[in-house]
């Protein structure tokens, strides 16, 4: 498979074919953002600007403290809530309700500074995926043997850019629909199975691959994993 600077994140991320590529590629996106943000982009006036006008969700919040140093978390704390304090006082010099400060306060919470730059990025992955697709039988192969397509990424990989699949939409659909629409029987019909176990008449039946179905179908339908409980006490 031929490689260059754009399509070797792909690779990386299809290649080890367990669960949803597309999800990898945006767990590395975030991480990459994550360390950048509380890094580098800290001398970056153009970058602060807009952390301190957007901001960050408490995913985003939680990974920064989780890479980043206290004292770069703290600094960009700073500054933001430096910018919402401006925005909290909702009247105009003249003494007025000021209704510019409200929208803008209604914007700073519900947006993100990552959020908004890991969706422009996937989007420009997936035009990556449909070149790919199109000019590499190799990758078409590697992409038909992935385990499967979680539900908000079959959505986006058929919904941006459509025609720049041309011809090979059809194709691609198909490859994609199989990878989501398969696991998907296969989920239901392991948490159906899941639910028959508590019948009594099945006491000493085999449970089979029904024990983690709920969880595999809250990742397949968020796209997030269910962090076990020991795991969140050993944190």
Request: proline letters at 3%; aromatic letters at 8%.
């Amino acid at each position: 498979m031929q490689e260059n600077i754009c399509s070797i994140p792909i690779n990386d991320v299809f290649m080890p074919k367990d669960g949803c590529p597309m999800c990898r590629m945006r767990d590395m996106l975030e991480r990459r953002k994550a360390e950048y943000v509380t890094g580098s982009a800290m001398m970056e006036p153009n970058v602060r600007i807009r952390t301190n006008e957007e901001g960050f969700c408490y995913r985003h919040f939680s990974m920064m403290l989780q890479l980043g140093k206290r004292l770069s978390n703290a600094l960009i704390l700073d500054s933001h809530l430096q910018k919402v304090a401006e925005n909290i006082v909702l009247t105009s010099p003249k003494g007025k309700f000021d209704k510019k400060r409200l929208a803008a306060l209604q914007t700073m919470t519900k947006d993100c500074f990552i959020c908004r730059d890991i969706k422009e990025n996937m989007e420009n992955m997936v035009r990556i995926v449909h070149a790919m697709w199109i000019g590499e039988p190799e990758f078409r192969q590697l992409y038909s043997e992935q385990p499967y397509i979680c539900l908000e990424h079959y959505a986006l990989l058929l919904d941006v850019d459509q025609k720049g699949l041309g011809k090979s939409f059809d194709g691609f659909y198909q490859a994609t629909l199989a990878l989501t629409g398969n696991y998907l029987q296969e989920l239901h019909g392991d948490v159906t199975h899941f639910c028959s176990m508590f019948d009594y008449r099945n006491a000493d039946a085999d449970w089979g691959n029904s024990r983690d179905s709920i969880e595999r179908s809250v990742e397949f339908l968020t796209g997030e994993k269910i962090i076990p409980e020991e795991a969140v006490e050993e944190e």
